[in-house]
């Protein structure tokens, strides 16, 4: 069974930085990953993805503030957030779509504020 498990949310101030990571297990090896957010009272949103071979994508939104990263060998992805905003503020979510199903992790809450 597929699991993703996040980590590395906080309370951080704004300008300030975090590191998210999603490690994945019961998966010989990780595909296309992607991170996502939802703030109270809004959609879930696609942030970033990368695919199997590297390629990157980001929402307006973070585009050069956030960098999406993975280690295959860890089956790992992380998300590096820089310049953080309070508007940033959400759980966010790592994802990915194997064997024709989609996998969500937990979730794990970031606050951006002073």
């Known amino acids: 069974q597929v699991q993703l498990v996040e980590s590395g949310g906080g309370l951080v101030q704004p300008g300030g930085s975090l590191r998210l990571s999603c490690a994945a297990s019961?998966?010989?090896?990780?595909?296309?990953m992607e991170w996502y957010r939802q703030a109270p009272g809004k959609e879930r949103e696609l942030v970033a993805t990368?695919?199997?071979?590297?390629?990157?994508y980001y929402a307006d939104s973070v585009k050069g503030r956030f960098s999406i990263s993975r280690d295959n060998a860890k089956k790992t992805v992380y998300l590096q957030m820089n310049t953080l905003k309070p508007e940033d503020t959400a759980v966010y979510y790592c994802?990915?779509?194997?064997?024709?199903?989609?996998?969500w992790g937990q979730g794990t809450q970031v606050t951006v504020s002073s």
């Open positions: 994802n990915t779509f194997h064997l024709g199903r989609d996998y």
């Open positions: 990368i695919t199997s071979d590297g390629s990157t």
């Open positions: 019961g998966i010989f090896s990780i595909g296309q």
